[in-house]
């Protein structure tokens, strides 16, 4: 995670001038070196006057420039220092919520956590994994979706989208109808199934029954040696260092990450096709929206 300066400055940054975002974006790449730097010197080389240091510092909440590098300094000898809570698991991952914390750093600690969970997810996810979905999806008779708890609003975003394509897809609320579709799947046919932990039994099972039946099985989960990777022909896995608590109120943004992928992917895998399914979706829909026109 990024040390506190570092967060300070970013969630003030919005509210600064444009000379003292200058300065900021200087001070955010060169943390170290501004630690040893004079006023003055640091001025010239961000290419701006003291003052409007001096004004980025305060409001940012810094009392001055010395106390600025003073905390900067403590912050920068906290780094070698090991991240572990004592053993105990975070709530929530890379963040811990501490009930000390003031309301207005959370935004910014739930913006630059889900940054960094973003950013592992693209590093697992290959480029060649990537193309095996891809043409499974738009090849597949038909696909199965499953999920449950909150990775079913994961797979209702996806079978949302693959809709939208014209893909043939279904995805049903209910664990035992899971089971039975799952079972009467063909080798033509594709089964997604979508869990964080890759241990939620019903959606583990409804897999178990899908590669049984011979269709091609693809997992979205977190941990590459969850079980549910046991019965995935293609294992998409969004990271590997994520810790599991409680509702794991961050797994939907990697689940959505991947969903978007597919479908930016099926869009560019055929683009003139699919472009045509969406235009005869839009004016399915259109009639929902509402018209200016009939405003009161």
């Known amino acids: 995670m990024k040390n506190s300066i570092t967060k300070q400055i970013e969630s003030g940054y919005a509210d600064l001038r444009r000379s003292e975002k200058q300065a900021a974006d200087y001070i955010l790449e060169h943390l170290e070196q501004v630690a040893d730097e004079p006023i003055d010197r640091l001025a010239r080389a961000a290419g701006v006057s003291q003052p409007t240091i001096l004004r980025m510092l305060k409001s940012l909440g810094y009392k001055g420039y010395k106390d600025f590098r003073y905390q900067l300094v403590a912050e920068l000898a906290k ?13 929530m991952y890379g963040y811990t919520l501490d009930k000390k914390d003031g309301l207005e750093e959370i935004p910014v600690n739930i913006t630059m956590t889900t940054e960094r969970m973003l950013e592992e997810t693209l590093k697992n996810f290959s480029g060649k994994i990537y193309k095996r979905v891809i043409e499974a999806l738009k090849n597949a008779r038909l696909i199965d979706i499953y999920g449950v708890e909150n990775s079913e609003v994961t797979a209702v975003d996806l079978l949302t989208k693959l809709l939208y394509l014209g893909l043939p897809c279904r995805h049903f609320t209910d664990c035992y109808l899971q089971q039975i579709a799952a079972g009467r799947l063909t080798d033509q046919d594709v089964a997604v199934g979508i869990s964080y932990s890759g241990e939620s039994k019903d959606t583990v099972d409804a897999m178990k029954a899908a590669k049984r039946s011979g269709a091609c099985t693809v997992a979205i989960t977190n941990f590459k040696d969850s079980t549910i990777a046991r019965y995935a022909d293609i294992l998409i896995c969004t990271s590997q260092d994520q810790h599991f608590y409680g509702n794991a109120i961050f797994s939907r943004s990697t689940q ?41």
């Open 79 to 91: 780094s070698g220092e090991s991240a572990e809570n004592d053993g105990q698991p975070q709530l």
């Open 256 to 296: 959505i990450q991947i969903v978007d992928m597919i479908y930016m992917g099926l869009i560019s895998s055929d683009y003139e096709h699919y472009v045509e399914q969406l235009n005869k979706c839009e004016k399915v829909v259109r009639n929902k929206a509402y018209d200016g026109r009939t405003r009161r």
